[in-house]
């Protein structure tokens, strides 16, 4: 990797409330300020019950029948998710937490991980993973930006509840974050890319490529996503990609691709604190 070694700590106070690495669905900054829509970004996406068919005043069974009945648009049932998400956080938050209780007693990954980040004198445990609901955001241009996780180096790793499927989709997630966590301590990481990219890119493959996100049955089954040849390549690369995407100082896909492409060789092949790819 290119940063050069330092082991800064990692605090165990505050839950993280600002990640500044987010996991490979990243939510993009939110166009309605000023300093967004400088940046070019597009509008977020108000709802209309008007024009969508979604009435967030009307009970949820009401909405849920127009669901059904295709009486909601494509956009309506967004923000239908959104809205049942937002009833739904206490549930869905008790039961992250549940899941990773599970995971830093029983998954080998995060086992290892937690072990080694502790022996870069860091703490991961209930005091700074923490689960909260993640609101996702639709942009006029259609597309939906979600975040299934993200680190923070001053407070910690965020899980998104609303967004996990089982606690083997948390356990991804979690570990995901951790190579991060790990990859500060080691080095320095530049994560905004105040100097450069480089930094954010690597640790992005790096991430994507150890967890365990990428292998064939969550690339093939889950997401649908399978060929013969390069499949783990192709998603440890597409994901870094998107990631390096949502950073403040990243201009578009084109540099995101750029970035990962000039660092790929060095940091594919860097599989610390492993002897090779775990899963």
């Known amino acids: 990797m290119a940063p050069q070694p330092s082991e800064p700590p990692v605090p165990t106070a505050a839950p993280p409330s ?4 987010t996991s490979a669905n990243s939510t993009t900054p939110s166009s309605s300020s000023p300093s967004s829509k400088a940046a070019g970004f597009p509008d977020i996406v108000k709802n209309d019950p008007k024009r969508t068919g979604f009435d967030p005043k009307k009970a ?12 909601i ?12 998400y937002r009833r739904h956080e206490a549930r869905d938050c008790a039961k992250c ?51 299934s996780g993200g680190f923070s180096p001053d407070h910690g790793i965020l899980i998104c509840a609303n967004g996990l499927r089982d606690r083997y989709h948390l356990e991804d997630t979690l570990s995901h974050e951790m190579v991060h966590a790990w990859d500060h301590l080691r080095w320095k990481v530049d994560w905004v890319g105040d100097k450069n990219l480089k930094h954010a890119a690597c640790t992005e493959i790096r991430a994507s490529m150890l967890s365990g996100e990428c292998r064939w049955s969550r690339e093939a089954v889950t997401r649908g996503n399978w060929k013969l040849t390069q499949q783990f390549q192709d998603c440890v690369r597409k ?18 691709a ?20 775990y899963r």
Do not use: I
């Open 239 to 256: 994901r870094a990609v998107q990631s390096v995407m949502a950073r403040p100082r990243c201009k578009d896909d084109v540099q995101a």
């Open 97 to 147: 937490e549940q899941w990773r209780d599970w995971a830093f007693e029983h998954s080998p990954m995060v086992r290892f991980m937690r072990e080694k980040v502790g022996e870069l004198n860091g703490t991961l445990d209930e005091r700074n993973v923490v689960c909260r609901r993640c609101p996702a955001r639709l942009t006029e241009d259609g597309a939906v930006h979600r975040q």
């Open 258 to 277: 750029r970035v990962v492409n000039q660092v790929w060789d060095s940091c594919f092949s860097d599989t610390r604190p492993f002897d090779e790819v």
């Open 60 to 71: 949820w069974w009401v909405n849920y029948f127009k669901l059904l009945t295709g009486e």
């Open 18 to 21: 600002d990640p500044t690495s």
């Open 73 to 84: 648009t494509p956009e309506g049932r967004f923000h239908y998710l959104e809205d049942a």
